[in-house]
């Protein structure tokens, strides 16, 4: 069996065919010793070697698209290591035989709540890329004086640092109660630049003082799942993700007792239940 070989990286967790073609051109990979020409086809017995390291022929022939939705908690990252030792999402994740984890946008130290991990880079790739709109979803207590102006502003559009940011929408929390110095809204946005929701309300004098993720497209997080816990999804969730990002369909492979050997979570038959709400978002 043979692959063109940007898929067979993407599929490795490499990045995007799109990105994985710069890479190709930029000469930074080989296929036996010699440098990989775009469009070039590999098979298992050919040796690839991305910046210097070795790629496992495994990881990239193996049709592999799991998929969790982890809590994450305060004070975790989610790099794969952390130079200051700070604990990672990673660490909680269950160990696998082959593939990787890779993370569907990051959430900073500070935030708190869902982010998907799978193992297919070419989903991961496409569900943060900006051009496939897929929004996300976020709870946030603000301190201050917010006036209806501030909430027009902010999904008029803002000029940050990085160029111009907005949210698709801002609802203040059901129970919300106007005379308070600290009030919770639900805010959407179609990017997950760097500190982007905390730095939308800080142009408006405000301070963000607790910020939860809540919702990562057609994926909400799970009433049910704690803080430092993760759930498979189904076979359902996946498909509807995929689509999401045009993406064709693909067979869900489970975790197998030994893919789960090392895990510090076991899946729960309550966690059994269906992850996808309606494609209409709470806001």
Known sequence: ?????????????????????????DGR????????????KVTREDKVIVDGHIVDPEKMF?????????????????????PEGRPTIFDRLPKLMSGRWIAVGRLDISTSGLVLLTTDGELANRLMHPSSGVD??????????????????????????????????VVPHPEHDE???????????????????RRLWESQGLQVNRLKRVRYGCIFLPSFL?????????????DDLAKLVELPLQSL????????????????????????RKRKSRI
């Not at 193996?62 to 939705?69: D, N």
Request: proline share 3%; charged share 35%; with cysteine.
């Open 226 to 238: 704690k803080q430092g816990h993760y759930v498979e999804l189904g076979q359902k969730e996946v």
């Open 253 to 276: 492979p489970r975790m197998t007792p030994q893919d789960l050997k090392n895990s510090k979570r076991r899946l729960s038959k309550k966690a059994q239940v269906p992850l996808v």
């Open 62 to 82: 193996i049709e592999s698209r799991l998929v969790l939705a982890y809590h994450k908690p305060e004070g975790e990252v989610c790099t794969r290591s952390d």
């Open 29 to 40: 990979v080989l296929v036996n010793g010699k440098l990989a020409l775009l469009g070039q």
């Open 179 to 197: 005379e308070k110095r600290n009030r919770w809204f639900y805010v959407a946005l179609m990017e997950g630049r760097n500190r982007e929701v």
């Open 1 to 25: 069996m043979s692959e063109r070989l940007q898929k067979a990286l993407a599929r490795a967790g490499f990045g995007s065919r799109r990105k994985l073609e710069s890479v190709i051109s």
């Open 136 to 169: 996300r979803e976020y709870l946030v207590r603000v301190h201050g004086d917010v006036r209806d102006e501030h909430l027009e502003q902010l999904v008029d559009g803002v000029i940050l640092d990085d160029g111009l940011a907005r949210f698709t929408d």
